[in-house]
């Protein structure tokens, strides 16, 4: 009978079967730990921080290449979120550089800076809110090529 339906399956039922058959973590508990170690910077702050032509900071953007390229704030670098364990001793060679990382949402963003604080980046923080949110408020976005 249920097959007839032809419903789809819920939408976290391979997160929650994930989870129960392993005994690991959510998501959502993962970007709440993350969260509880990371710190914030507003969109206020870096989009003041730009203005003021500061380079005392670098930006991440971690997304894919195709929405970097579609628009991403203005001086970030490119490090997609899957390439970050790999190239951030060639990309970032100062441990001790701010480091703000920015993601479409706001979450993949929390668990890279995470992940750099953890690989010794002591200054990394995330952009609350996300590019979405950066968007929405009308903020400057820059297009590559």
Known sequence: MMRSLDMAAPTHLTEALRTNMSGGKTVA???SEAASGVPFMSMDELESRLGDNSRDFVVIDLREKDAFDAGHIGSAKH??????????NTELPDPTVRIITCCEFGKISILAAATLRELGYMRATALDGGIAAWREA???LEASG
């Open 79 to 88: 490090l997609p979120r899957g390439q970050l364990e790999l190239r951030v």
């Open 138 to 140: 009308g903020r400057a």
């Open 29 to 31: 508990q993962l970007l």
